[in-house]
């Protein structure tokens, strides 16, 4: 029915993929959303979900898939995480992407790793 509908109807169904992904977010179930939020489309609500829900990998994997104004904005916040679960070479190559890396010399400073 989906699949005919999104043919018939594409719009609507983008914005009902949308929907239900607000749904779903809005009752806690992120992972689900996220699928439904990458459907419509909403790339940023899709990584905001997976971030939420702290699925590291997938929140790279959308965020690899996006422009570089867009990644960049989220390089951080991967850095961050890995960062503080101690994955201090993942954290700086991400402070490095997102064009940050002071964060990471105060990062390896402060773990006295430098």
């Known amino acids: 029915a989906v699949e005919l509908a999104r043919f018939v109807f594409p719009k609507e169904v983008i914005s009902l993929e ?14 689900a959303a996220i699928s439904h939020y990458i459907e419509a489309g909403k790339s940023i609500k899709a990584i905001e ?7 590291w990998s ?16 989220y390089y951080k916040v991967i850095a961050d ?4 679960v101690g994955e201090y070479a993942h954290a700086e ?21 430098w």
């Open 18 to 31: 949308e929907e239900w992904g607000d749904f779903l977010a809005s009752q806690q179930q992120m992972d």
């Open 49 to 55: 979900a997976a971030i939420q829900s702290r699925q």
């Open 93 to 113: 190559r991400f402070y490095t992407r997102g064009e940050t890396p002071e964060h990471a010399v105060e990062m390896y400073i402060s773990q006295n790793e």
């Open 81 to 84: 995480h890995y960062s503080h």
């Open 58 to 73: 997938k929140v790279i994997q959308i965020v690899e898939a996006q422009e570089e104004s867009i990644a960049k904005k």
